[in-house]
């Protein structure tokens, strides 16, 4: 059974940073694309960032040069380095796997990030 389960949200304030995590099990971690998408409070699901199986990296032009997203196979994680964060910021971030293994889409709970003075 595949499992993502984020971690590392909370309060900041503007111009803060977070490092959010995205542990995986029961998957072949390094045959994932992994995507960090994110909901704000009355807003529908957007997708921020994403990492390939190689590793090349894709962002959304509301976080280009304030977040990075990077991979360790090794310890089966995705990780979301969030800098220059904004009001704006405020949402559950989701992570997403897609298993190449599989051909299937799987999703953690999410984890909230308020950005508040």
């Known amino acids: 059974q595949v499992q993502l389960v984020e971690s590392g949200g909370g309060l900041v304030q503007p111009g803060g940073s977070l490092r959010l995590s995205c542990a995986a099990s029961?998957?072949?971690?390094?045959?994932?694309?992994m995507n960090w998408y994110r909901q704000a409070p009355g807003k529908q699901r957007e997708w921020v960032t994403s990492i390939t199986r190689d590793g090349t990296t894709n962002y959304a032009d509301s976080v280009k040069g304030r977040f990075t997203i990077s991979r360790d196979n090794a310890k089966n994680t995705m990780y979301l380095q969030m800098n220059s964060l904004k009001p704006e910021d405020t949402a559950v971030y989701y992570c997403h796997a897609y298993d190449y293994s599989t051909l299937m889409n799987y999703w953690g709970k999410g984890t909230l990030v308020t950005v508040s003075s």
């Open positions: 029961g998957t072949i971690f390094s045959a994932n694309d």
